[in-house]
């Protein structure tokens, strides 16, 4: 059931990330559905079912509608840079196991594909900050860090807790240049999803972390 909800990639970009959504809807069935809805205008590139069944709904060399606005590592039209993987799940509930081992057989496929970098495995929240939150805070980042499937911050020395450092180094990562309203709420719930209350050094040495090593300039701060 092939969604026709889709285009050539803009300026012949070819895919460079990944982004993961939930699909916040009651069955598998009905989000395929919406996702090949012509008036809809709304699709991802795979479909992955709480039973681990995997389906292709665009074809990966075209350009799925699945992003829509937002930018990461300084560029926007997401969707012609990326490969969007929707996972059935409503956001409030553990993603099961059969899933979570077929998203791993997938990405791993993919990143070999398109030569894929870990790090440019994201979450529709980490390019839209504010406006979504999949796949949310029940999403395990851990599990695919551990296999080189996606990244997971290592805590070490840290600049002081200022918004202005914090920005500039979640931006070094790949977050669009927001305020930290927008940035730090979106950056904790994927790396913090228990943390609550204002920016603190366990904030700054987590981003610090990040934008050390997988910054495109290495970050804004070096530790001494």
């Known amino acids: 059931m092939p969604s026709p909800n889709f285009g050539a990639r803009r300026g ?21 559905k919406r996702l ?9 590139h795979w479909l992955i079912g709480a039973d681990g069944a995997t389906e292709m709904l665009v074809a990966e060399e075209m350009r799925a509608w699945h992003a829509g606005a937002g930018q990461w590592r300084g ?16 956001g ?3 993603f099961p196991e059969a899933q979570m081992a077929a998203l791993e057989t997938l990405l791993r496929a993919i990143m070999e594909r398109w030569t894929i ?4 495995v ?6 839209a900050p504010g406006r979504k939150i999949d796949p949310g805070p029940r999403f395990d980042w851990q599990r695919l860090a551990r296999q ?39 950056f904790r719930l994927r790396f913090r999803p228990r943390a609550s209350g204002p920016l603190d050094a366990q904030d ?4 610090a972390d990040l934008a050390m090593r997988y910054g495109e300039d290495g970050g804004a701060w070096r530790a001494s």
């Open 92 to 94: 409030d509930r553990p």
């Open 122 to 127: 994201i979450g529709h929240s980490d390019m």
């Open 75 to 90: 560029c926007g039209d997401v969707n012609s840079r990326s490969i969007g993987i929707e996972l059935d799940n409503l």
């Open 12 to 32: 012949a970009a070819l895919p460079e990330l990944i982004v993961l959504h939930y699909t916040a809807m009651a069955s598998c069935e009905a989000a395929r």
């Open 36 to 44: 090949c809805l012509p008036e809809a205008e709304v699709s991802a």
């Open 117 to 120: 970098a870990p790090q440019s």
């Open 204 to 207: 700054m040495a987590l981003i």
């Open 148 to 186: 080189r499937l996606s990244v997971w911050p290592q805590p070490g020395p840290a600049p002081d807790a200022t918004p202005e450092t914090f920005c500039a180094l979640a931006q070094s990562f790949g977050y669009p240049d927001l305020g930290l309203d927008l940035l730090l709420p979106a």
